[in-house]
Structure formats: C-alpha cells, structure tokens
C-alpha cells in the first residue's frame, strides 16, 4: 500500500501512514494542535494550514469547500477531518 | 439623553434615542436560562428599529414566544413595508425567533448576517429563505458592509465568538450607538429599561460575562480593542438594561474582567498543574515524581495539588492561567475518582483549548481511569503530547524513574524543545 509522510510542524513529528488516512486520524494521537469540534466536516473547529505538499492531499469535497469558504480560510487552509492524504510529504500546522 | 420619556409601556416602542426605538420583550418570570445561567430577575430579549431618511432598519427580534409583543411594538413606530433591512447580530433562538414571519410580512426587506451565521441560519431558517435575500456583513475584500437609510449609516464590527461564532455588533455611526449584540448584556429585567433608571445590576452584568463571555476572553480583549475607540454615546444591547448613562464605563469593565483573575507570578516560566487524587499513596508517589522530572527542565514552574478534599472553583482560576495540566488518579470500578471528574467536569468557563494534558495513575485491576482522563483532556481540545503512564498498584524504583522522565518530557513538550521525532501510525496505538 502506499504510504504517506505527514508533518505536524508544531510538535515536530513526522508520522508514516497509508494512503487514504485522513489527518483527524493521526494528528490527535501524536498530540498536535489541531482542534476538532463536530468531526463531521460541518463546524470549521479544525482547520489546518497547509505548509507544504497540499497536492499530495485528496482535492476538497463540496462540504468542504463550502465550509472553508464560509469561514473566510486562506488557499491553503484545509479540514483535518476531511483531508485525505495521497502519498508523499504533507507538513500541516493549525490554522 | 436623559429628557427622553423612559419605561416600557405595553404594545408600544420605546425610544432610546432621536428615531431609534426598542422594539423588545420583558421576561421576568425567567429563573434558569440556557440550563446553565440563574436568572433571578428574569430577562429581556431586546431588539430596535432605526429610521433613516430613505428607509427602516431592524436588528434582532425576540424568542419565539414573545413574538406578538415584538411585532406590535414594531408596528406602533413602522410599517412593514419601510423596512428595508433587517440584522440579525447573533442567530441564538432568543434573538432570531421571530426572525422567519419578520421575513414573510417584510418580503421586500433584505437580510444581514455575519459571514460566520450561515451554518447557523440554515438551521433557523430551514431553507425557508430566498438566498438572494440573504446578505454577509463583510464585502468579498473583508471590509464591513454599510447599510445606507439615508441620513444614517450602518457599519458592523466583527466579534466572533462573543459568545458564538456569529455574533457582530452593529454601529450607527451618525449618532454614536452601539447596537452589541448578548456583549455587554446581562440578564436582568427591570420595565425602566434605561441603565440609569433601573435596580442595581452590577451582579448581573459580571455573572453574564463570567458565564457567557470568559470561556472566550481572548476574543473579547480582541472586541474591546475595536470598541474601545469608537465615540460611543450609547449601548444597545441584546439582553437586559440599555447602557446610556456612561457607556464607556461597561467597556472598561470588560476589559477588567477580561484582565487576568490572578496575575502570572511565574514570569516567563511555562506553568505545570499537577492534581491527584492517591487511595494508597502509590499514585501521590507517582505524581511526585513527575514533579522532580519535570522540574529538571529549566524554565519550568510546576505545582502539585492533592484535590481528594474535592474544591473545583479555586482550582478553575489556576487552570485558566496554566500552560500544562496533569491529572492523576487511580482506577475505581473502571474509572477516575469522583473529584478528579469534578474538576474536569468544571472547565467550561474557561478556555483550556491548546494547553497540554497529561494523565497518570496506579491501578489494581485494569487502569481504565488513565485512558478515559486521556478522552476528556482531548474533549475538551486539550494537545495530549504524552502517552499516559499507568502503574500497577505500588511503584518500584524503576517505575519512579519513568514518571520522573514522563515528567521531564512533559515539560520538554512544554518549553516547546522536545525532540522531533519520526513514528510510524502503528506506533500510534
């Protein structure tokens, strides 16, 4: 399966995971600054800043892009409960 | 000001200022609001008409219940079809009950909405809306909207999380009023109305913002630096007396129970809380040695608190000045002990999102309590950077040495100097 390499540069750690996980999964775990609310991809709680290798993330569903949309997020600001990583390096930090 | 006729009278506006009128409602047989709040001089839901030269504005309406007496006052100083405008500062039930029939008897007048209440009017309007009819309050380039009546102006000042994330304030700028939204309300229900005519409400006016507002403190010391500058010659606001006399002075209130309730005796320092609760010791044991771990590191300021005697409010003052908490406790039936849940269960007046949680603890059994207090601390959006250590039953020396290096990475986490590390998600657990 191919693997992925995600970043959170606020705690330095770099996770390995398969492709399709999606961030919610990992980032709360190792314990970085992501926020979540409803997990549901509804509230905008967990929006993350995309540092570097946005391209290696599933592009945004419409949800999610009406949800970043209405809370005025930057290009590369993403949910981390919606974002789904491809493969490659993916550094996030919070919004 | 002070000339204007003052008091509520049934079915009709009362003016709080030259064609500005209160359209709103008295509750006072209210004693629990939003479950949480005492509300022993009930409430007012308020909400106002401003008359322009070129047409009528109305910001905010009522709980659903109180509808008729908001329609009648409307209608005893406007007429449906001069409305041109309608702002809704904050979407919460109590402001936007009456909102959908406003909607339907005013089909010409448009809507005005912080960027932030979409999500929330979806669910108040249920799609009963024409979009085209719905406005944000910020342009696509972030400036604030004017709503033009003619001789009077409009303009919004975005306050996000006062205390949701839609709430703004509207601001007439031609005569200097702020119309606040639930920021410097209370709930307090006096007919007179006027701050200068009405009892006492200093208490309801701190126990609002300690309940509704401090969660959010950061947000508000944000809103104060833009309302702070405004010529304000009055306040408007969405519950409870309308601030005339002096208005400047509730700001300045704000700000001083937005001001840190302790001062930070430890300077730069990053500050650690411990709390156990110990049945044997074995866990006390443990909480001490996190200490000594974590006091290794430099730039460190850690305190221990045995909370098994069960106080909670002191504590809460503590945690929302604190950069770390750790909680230990040993397992009881499958869980936490009762005050260690007391404390966790007493943080939602304050804000502990992004500060670090730790859990730890001796077990007999199973040692459940370190992973549930693990839940809540993420729950309540703390960063949990350290996977929990749990003992069971009494420490050995060799266990002590791992709360002491669990505490000295805790604080390493603290200071922001741990090292970077590379896991695999198997790893993760």
């Known amino acids: 399966m191919p693997k992925a390499n995600v970043t959170f540069e606020d705690i330095g750690i770099t996770v390995t995971v398969p492709a399709g996980t999606r961030l919610i999964e990992v980032s709360e775990k190792v314990g970085a600054g992501i926020i979540y609310g409803c997990r549901e991809g509804e509230c905008g709680s967990c929006q993350m800043r995309i540092v570097s290798g946005g391209e290696n993330l599933a592009s945004p569903s419409v949800l999610e892009d009406k949800v970043l949309k209405e809370n005025m997020a930057g290009r590369a600001t993403r949910l981390a409960c919606q974002a789904q990583v491809l493969g490659g390096d993916i550094v996030v930090r919070p919004a | 000001m002070g000339s204007l006729r003052t008091g509520v009278v049934e079915g009709q506006a009362l003016s709080i200022a030259p064609g500005v009128h209160w359209l709103g409602a008295l509750d006072p047989g209210m004693r629990q609001f939003d479950i949480i709040l005492k509300t022993a001089n009930g409430t007012t839901y308020n909400a106002y008409c401003v008359r322009g030269s070129s047409g009528v504005a109305i910001i905010d309406t009522v709980k659903e219940g109180f509808s008729q007496d908001f329609f009648t006052r409307l209608e005893s100083v406007a007429s449906y079809d001069e409305i041109c405008a309608v702002v809704l500062n904050h979407l919460e039930p109590d402001h936007s009950g009456a909102l959908p029939e406003l909607m339907r008897r005013a089909p010409q ?75 410097f309300g209370c709930h307090f229900c006096d007919e007179r109305l006027f701050n200068d005519k009405v009892g006492d409400f200093r208490f309801s006016f701190d126990y609002y913002y300690q309940h509704i507002m401090r969660p959010f403190r950061e947000y508000v010391l944000k809103a104060l630096d833009l309302i702070e500058p405004l010529p304000l ?162 420490p050995t020396a060799d266990e002590l040495v791992v709360c002491r290096d669990f505490g000295r990475d805790f604080a390493l986490h603290l200071c922001g100097r741990a090292e970077r590390r590379v896991l695999d998600i198997s790893e993760l657990g």
């Open chain 2, 109 to 183: 007048a448009q809507l005005y909405i912080s960027p932030k209440a979409m999500p929330t009017l979806r669910g108040v309007l249920k799609g009963g809306l024409d979009p085209e009819r719905i406005h944000t309050t910020l342009d696509e380039e972030g400036e604030s909207r004017i709503i033009d009546l003619g001789d009077r102006h409009l303009h919004f000042i975005q306050t996000p999380y006062l205390h949701w994330p839609d709430t703004q304030c509207t601001w007439l700028v031609e005569d200097g009023l702020l119309f606040s939204g639930d920021v």
């Open chain 2, 233 to 394: 010659r009055l306040i408007a606001p969405a519950h409870g007396p309308v601030l005339r006399e002096s208005p400047a002075d509730y700001v300045r209130r704000y700000r001083q129970l937005a001001t840190p309730l302790l001062h930070r005796e430890a300077g730069d320092e990053k500050t650690l809380l411990i709390f156990y609760v110990s049945a044997y010791g074995a866990t006390e044991r443990m909480a001490q040695a996190m200490r000594e771990g974590a006091e290794t590191i430099e730039g460190v300021r850690v305190s221990l608190f045995d909370i098994a005697g069960g106080e909670v409010a002191p504590f809460v003052d503590l945690i929302e000045e604190a950069d770390g908490l750790a909680f230990g406790s040993p397992t009881l039936n499958g869980d936490a002990v009762k005050p260690i849940w007391d404390l966790l269960s007493s943080l939602t007046l304050v804000n502990v999102k992004n500060k670090l949680g730790a859990a730890f603890g001796s077990f007999g059994w199973s040692g459940e309590a370190i992973g549930l207090i693990e839940d809540r601390l993420r729950g309540l959006k703390l960063r949990v950077p350290l996977k929990g250590v749990r003992l069971k039953l009494l």
